[in-house]
C-alpha cells in the first residue's frame, strides 16, 4: 500500500532552519504524521541560509512583499520561486502542515505589517497562500491538524 505524502515545515521536523538556527520540533505532530511519506520544507532556508536575518510580510501599495526586518531587502519572488519548486515537484501531496505565525509559513496568523512596521491584520505567509491556492482544503498548521 502506497504512503500518504504531507509536505511539512521543516522546522517542525526537527530541521535547524529558523533564521536564529533553532527548531521548533513537534513530537504531537510527528506521531500524527507517522503514517505520511514526509516531505521537508522551508522556503528561507535556500534563500537566505541559516542562521538569517528575521524577515517581516508588509503591505506596500496594496501587495504583501516579504522583507528583512533590518536590512529591507526585498525576498518575495524568491520565496514564491522555492514554494513553486516544492508545488511543482508534490503534486499529489495529501496533506500540508505548515509553521503558523511565519512570515512564509503563517495560515492565518502572519503578522502583516504596514510600511511604519506596525501590525495592521493577520494574515497567510507568502508560501502559505501559495499552498492554499494548489491544496486546497488540504493546507493546515501545527495547531489546526487533525489526521
Excluded: W
Excluded at 504512503?3 to 538556527?21: F, H, P, Q, T
Excluded at 495529501?94 to 496568523?109: A, E, I, N
Excluded at 503578522?111 to 502559505?128: C, M, Q, S, T
Aim: hydrophobic residues 35%; proline residues 4%.
Amino acid at each position: 500500500m502506497k504512503k500518504k505524502k504531507a509536505i511539512v515545515s521543516a522546522c517542525l521536523l526537527g530541521e535547524l532552519v529558523r533564521y536564529d538556527g533553532a527548531t521548533k520540533k513537534d513530537e504531537k505532530l510527528l506521531e500524527l504524521l507517522k503514517d505520511y511519506e514526509i516531505i521537508p520544507f522551508c522556503p528561507e532556508d535556500p534563500v537566505m541560509g541559516t542562521p538569517r536575518e528575521r524577515i517581516s510580510v508588509i503591505k506596500v501599495d496594496e501587495q504583501y512583499k516579504v522583507m528583512t526586518d533590518n536590512t529591507g531587502v526585498e525576498l518575495t519572488t524568491a520565496i514564491k520561486l522555492q514554494t513553486q519548486l516544492m508545488l511543482d515537484a508534490h503534486k499529489d501531496a495529501d496533506l500540508v502542515v505548515l509553521k503558523s505565525k511565519s512570515p512564509s509559513c503563517g495560515l492565518g496568523t502572519t503578522p502583516i505589517l504596514d510600511e511604519e512596521k506596525n501590525e495592521i491584520k493577520k494574515g497567510n505567509g507568502i508560501a502559505a497562500q501559495l499552498f492554499k491556492e494548489c491544496f486546497k482544503g488540504r493546507v493546515m498548521d501545527e495547531n489546526t491538524l487533525k489526521c
